[in-house]
């Protein structure tokens, strides 16, 4: 299921793509190699970071009851606010770690990869684009469509405040490697129109103006 909606996506957003003129500053100053494969890296550990979470939220929905009443929401939107916190700050640091990555020269990049940054791990190896982009739209994917399963069991408003953050801080990740990759913002936002689109949610869009 999710395949086919990733591969309909992606034919979706090759047509905007085709709309949006690169600029100069991208087309001139291609990424180094190396910063492809830290962003990978670091993208996998977050993705990690938040599946962890997602799978707690889950969890809480699963065992709430079918129609929970007024008062039991509250005591059920604490928990999976503190989730959504913690994907918040992973998405932060995450950006924080991607800044100072494509920051780096590329030589300074190198001997950071080949220190062996352990909380990373080696997934990030021979990364390009194309894989950037993939792994950027499962962790998109697996926010919206977390987010958007909560708000159909429980409504928009116990867990706004939380919400906005978070998707705020998913904007600035994006943000900054659209950089590196030219044209993820847009297939992200795509991506964020699909899933959340039907529930009238426009929140990322109002993040990556914000960001």
């Known amino acids: 299921m999710k395949s086919i909606f990733v591969a309909g996506l992606l034919m979706a957003t090759s047509v905007f793509s085709a709309a949006v003129p690169v600029s100069a500053a991208v087309v001139s100053a291609a990424p180094h190699k190396r910063q492809l494969e830290s962003q990978g890296s ?13 799978t707690q939220i889950n969890a809480t929905r699963d065992s709430a009851p079918e129609n929970p009443s007024v008062l039991e929401i509250p005591g059920i ?9 913690a994907i918040t700050e992973a998405l932060k640091q995450a950006a924080t770690k991607s800044e100072a990555q494509r920051n780096a020269t590329p030589a300074v990049a190198a001997r950071q990869d080949d220190g062996g940054d352990d909380d990373d791990g080696d997934d990030g190896d021979k990364c390009d684009a194309a894989c950037i982009t993939g792994k950027v739209l499962d962790i998109v994917y697996e ?13 928009l408003a116990p867990f706004l405040l939380r919400i906005n953050p ?6 600035a990740l994006v943000i900054g490697l659209d950089v590196l990759v030219s044209g993820l913002l847009l297939t992200v936002t795509a991506v964020v129109n699909v899933i959340l689109g039907g529930l009238g949610l426009s929140l990322l869009a109002l993040g990556f103006a914000a960001a």
Not at 77 to 85: D, G, L, R, V, W
Not at 143 to 155: L, P, Y
Not at 166 to 171: D, V
């Open 42 to 54: 670091i993208l996998d550990n977050l993705y990690q970071q938040i599946v962890a979470q997602t």
């Open 77 to 85: 939107a604490s928990e999976i606010n503190k989730n959504f916190a």
């Open 143 to 155: 926010v919206a469509s977390t987010i958007r399963s909560v708000i159909e069991k429980f409504g």
């Open 166 to 171: 978070l998707l705020l801080a998913l904007s």
